[in-house]
């Protein structure tokens, strides 16, 4: 909730400003790397093959980068509250990780041919193993809040077991692995179109923010203000499973930017969804488009997957966040 | 009106609550007085619709508590549990404000600011307006909370130990205020109450609970007495008449 006074305003607008300034320059850059040579005077000179790259390849993958980066930043905000544990998210409540064997069903056993079909098999995937992940979570004696997402890991960490001995059985670990290596360079027009998608599950977590921070405060707090917290609680698992699943879906697994982005925007500038979001979506879209350019430059022409980078980074992130809370609370 | 209406509750085996029934007339300040374990917090929340009732009704005004849609009860009814903690980083400011979303769904109009700036001032907390809630120590956290619940601006406020943490200062203006807001404005006010003598200086009834019921509801002046406060406490206490105030003394 904005309390409207106009130096919090000014504060939200500056980092909103910074955010773009940072993005937009860097997605401009990002259309002109890669294997195959394009440069800004190509298209200007009416380049077709320049302009059929452009269009084909190089915007549609940006395109992807951003909705991804923003939708899972989001994700991972809307979740650390819901679940009122900031380490909560769904790289660490095995809710990807059920994604993934949900696409996994969804291809070997039900045949599915459209990424829709997939995509709504990985949703309900993702929501029973969060879901099962918070039942645990409830009968967890000790449930400190480094441990949780130290169960959650695990969690995922057997779901993925068993689908890759599905896999292994089935011959299947070729696609298997496109599902769990999030990576952009197959995104082309066309293959990538699911994902806006997720702008719309962003839009419904905006609308949705005031009550997701209510809920974030507690449930006798929600309850008091006539927010129906069990529902806000359920909607917000819904929102997250489905960007999980469309993001598995049609570009693979990127670790870690469902928690280190939340938790470093919010380390800054607060918990208030209202305020917070948008900045975390933009952080969210600059992590994964930096990533992927780290990705595509370090070993031209050849590229690293964005989930590798995003995995070294986010988990070296994530290890100082984990000590960080520790010196806070020690 | 709240009417608490053959009230049962059970935690596991022991009954917290056993068939409790009263009426608080609207206006004025109530305080629910009793030794720990007697009920008084449980029978604040099953109120205030934060806890289930195992068997009986309690209504507000004509409303089922456990029925009414949660968004029409917070216009009338507002509560506090004792213990606020979250992890949540909001600034005070924020937190008070989220108390006027009842009625602004999250769009605050000048009379919702009015009611945030002046609930953060009479409650000093100006000075930590915009510094988040963990950087606060518990006193400065309980008036935000109690500031946010009395933005809410509702017909009734429940408040669950809401002198929790407060230096003796500020202890005395929050009972000021609550008496204040209840003659001025026609609210009730219910309060759980730990310390006998401030229930005993700023309310106009008291109810004393023990053991799961209702030992006694009445005028203040009438229940003050050592007999009945022994019987509540299982402790003597005696009662003079300090100020023209009942104070119960009872520290050696």
């Given at each position: 909730?904005?309390t409207g ?31 195959g ?14 302009a ?37 998210t ?134 008091n ?56 979506a ?49 | ?12 085996s ?9 009426t ?34 309690v209504?507000?005004?004509g ?45 605050l ?19 930590f ?94 229940l ?5 406060l022994s ?22």
């Open positions: 909730m904005s006074t106009g130096r919090r305003r000014e504060v939200r607008g500056r980092h909103l400003v910074l955010a773009v300034l940072l993005l937009v320059p860097a997605a401009f850059a990002s259309l002109f790397v890669g294997a040579e394009l440069s800004p005077l190509d298209l200007l000179n009416g380049d077709s093959d320049a059929l790259l452009l269009v084909e390849s190089r915007l549609p993958r940006l395109l992807a980068i951003l909705l991804a980066g923003t939708a899972m930043g989001v994700a991972g905000l809307v979740m650390m509250h819901i679940t009122r544990n900031r380490f909560v769904p790289s660490t409540a095995g809710t990807t990780e059920s994604a993934v064997l949900g696409v996994f069903v969804a291809t070997a056993f039900l045949g599915a041919e459209s990424v829709m079909v997939k995509m709504v098999v990985a949703l309900g995937f993702a929501l029973i193993g969060t879901l099962f992940f918070l039942w645990v979570l409830r009968r967890l004696t000790f449930a400190d809040v480094v441990v949780v997402p130290l169960v959650g890991i695990m969690l995922g960490g057997v779901i993925t077991a068993v689908t890759t001995f599905f896999a292994y059985r089935a011959d299947l670990l070729q696609s298997l692995s496109a599902w769990t290596n999030g990576d952009f360079s197959s995104v082309l027009r066309g293959r990538y179109e699911l994902l806006w998608l997720t702008a719309a599950v962003t839009v419904g977590c905006y609308l949705y923010a005031n009550r997701f921070t209510v809920a974030g405060v507690g449930r006798d707090f929600a309850v203000l006539g927010v129906h917290y069990d529902r806000v609680v359920n909607l917000g698992l819904l929102l997250v499973s489905a960007t999980t699943a469309a993001v598995v879906v049609t570009v693979g697994n990127i670790p870690f930017i469902g928690l280190v982005v939340p938790n470093l925007v919010t380390l800054v500038l607060g918990d208030n969804l209202r305020r917070v979001l948008p900045v975390t933009l952080v969210g879209a600059a992590f994964v488009l930096a990533c992927d350019v780290v990705g595509r430059v370090v070993r031209h022409p050849y590229e690293i997957p964005v989930e590798t980078v995003a995995g070294v980074v986010g988990s070296i992130v994530f290890i100082l966040l984990v000590l960080r809370v520790r010196r806070v609370a020690g | 009106m709240i009417e608490v209406r053959n009230v049962t509750k059970t935690y596991g022991t009954k917290v609550l056993d068939d409790v029934s009263l608080i007339a609207p206006g004025g300040v109530t305080s629910i007085i009793g030794a720990n374990g007697a009920g008084k917090s449980t029978l604040l929340s099953i109120i205030g619709r934060l806890l289930p009732a195992d068997s009986g009704r209504t507000v005004d409303l089922d508590v456990a029925t009414t849609p949660g968004a029409t009860l917070a216009k009338r009814l507002a509560v506090l549990r004792q213990e606020n903690h979250t992890s949540i980083r909001l600034s005070v400011r924020e937190l008070v404000a989220f108390g006027r979303f009842p009625h602004s769904r999250g769009r109009n000048a009379t919702d600011l009015a009611a945030v700036d002046e609930a953060i001032a009479y409650f000093e907390l100006e000075e307006a915009d510094r988040q809630l963990d950087q606060l120590s518990g006193g400065q956290r309980q008036r935000a909370h109690v500031a946010a619940v009395l933005c809410q601006d509702t017909d009734y406020v429940l408040l669950d130990e809401p002198l929790n943490n407060l230096d003796m200062r500020h202890s005395v203006q929050m009972m000021r205020r609550l008496r204040r807001m209840a003659r001025d404005f026609a609210k009730t006010v219910v309060l759980v109450v730990h310390d006998i003598n401030f229930a005993s200086c700023h309310s106009d009834e008291v109810i004393a609970m023990r053991d799961g019921g209702v030992v006694a509801q009445g005028p203040t002046a009438e003050m007495t050592p007999e009945l019987t509540v406490f299982d402790l003597d206490i005696a009662v003079h008449d300090i100020g023209g105030n009942r104070i119960g003394v009872y520290y050696s």
